[in-house]
């Protein structure tokens, strides 16, 4: 299994950034050695300091799949297309930092919008709520723009002009972000999950978790998606198959979800039954084929139960 997550209003709530209800499924995951791979609109100096803080040691994916970093030595991996940044081996997917600006720098007065790179560290604090530090953090940007717009009858327009700059724009949970058209998560994931695959060299469970728009390429990719509700309990518009609503916002959400994820995937494992099967099963099969299937079971193949594996 790998659990690919957004932070910000899922494992991070939205209104004070903390984890602290999903320290349970935290441990658990730790415990059972699965991949926790953030999957965020954050930069690279963000998740390093988030990472540290949880006692992570895990790839990631940054600024809305523009980048993806691997620790050095990670699980022995060999990931041939990275090249080596700080300690890390990165992959970048997006296009530079130096590029996007310069197209907020002709957009910038024709559709009234300001970007990180306009704002002081004061003001991105204010608008983000984060402490000066993480305000620092969050301004050291390397593929992505986020932004804020005073119209937004104009983003039509806004839209075509970015496209034709080979630029795109998508919506996180408090701003747009301009990024590079041929990059999303959902592509950083399949990249990611690749690259386990390859190195593993067998097929794994893959679970997505998030709540915003942004995340919806991500939650295409895997087998298991979770949809985490904004902080007013709305939902956003998706239709996936297999889709797990939270029963919370944020981090209580996050981890309840998971929780029932995890538990299934054990019980799964202590009756040799692949999961993978197991969940594409029950989203097509009525309650008499289940039951047919339950007495199939014991005639499946025995999965590794290796944690070092999962």
């Keep these: 299994m790998i659990i690919f997550t957004d932070l910000d209003g899922t494992l991070l709530n939205h209104w004070d950034y903390s984890y602290r209800n999903a320290l349970p499924a935290l441990k658990r995951i730790r415990s059972m050695r699965i ?5 965020t609109s954050k930069t690279r100096r963000e998740v390093e300091l988030i990472q540290r803080t949880m006692g992570l040691a895990e790839p990631f994916i940054v600024e809305n799949g523009g980048g993806i970093f691997f620790p050095s030595s990670y699980r022995g991996f060999r990931i041939e297309e990275s090249m080596g940044v700080r300690g890390a081996k990165c992959i970048p997917l997006g296009i530079p930092y130096g590029r996007i600006r310069a197209f907020m720098k002709r957009a910038g007065a024709r559709y009234s919008i300001r970007g990180f790179g306009d704002m ?6 204010e608008l983000t709520g984060l402490p000066s530090e993480s305000a620092a953090s969050a301004m050291v940007r390397e593929f992505t723009e986020p932004f804020i717009i005073d ?34 998560k959902g592509e950083a994931v399949k990249h990611v999950t690749a690259i386990f695959e390859r190195n593993r060299k067998t097929s794994t469970v ?13 939650l295409e ?9 904004h902080p007013d309990g709305r939902y956003e518009k998706v239709n996936l198959p297999g889709l797990i609503h939270a029963p919370f916002p944020g981090s209580r959400g996050w981890n309840d979800a998971l ?3 995890l538990d299934r995937y054990e019980k799964a494992h202590s009756s040799a039954c692949k999961f993978t099967e197991l969940h594409r099963f029950e989203k097509r099969s009525s309650a008499w084929d289940r ?10 193949p025995a999965i ?5 594996r999962a």
């Design 259 to 261: 929780m029932t994820v």
């Design 221 to 229: 990719q895997v087998d298991i998606p979770i949809l985490i509700p």
């Design 206 to 218: 893959i679970v997505g978790l998030g709540d915003s728009r942004n995340d919806l390429p991500m």
């Design 304 to 308: 590794d139960s290796n944690p070092s």
């Design 35 to 39: 991949p926790l791979v953030m999957c």
């Design 151 to 184: 119209d937004e009858e104009q983003l039509p327009d806004l839209e075509k002009a970015a496209y034709a700059a080979g630029i795109k724009i998508t919506r996180g949970g408090r701003f747009y972000h301009l990024i590079g058209r041929g990059n999303d």
């Design 120 to 125: 002081t560290e004061d003001e991105v604090a």
């Design 291 to 300: 039951r047919l299937f339950a007495k199939r079971q014991k005639h499946a």
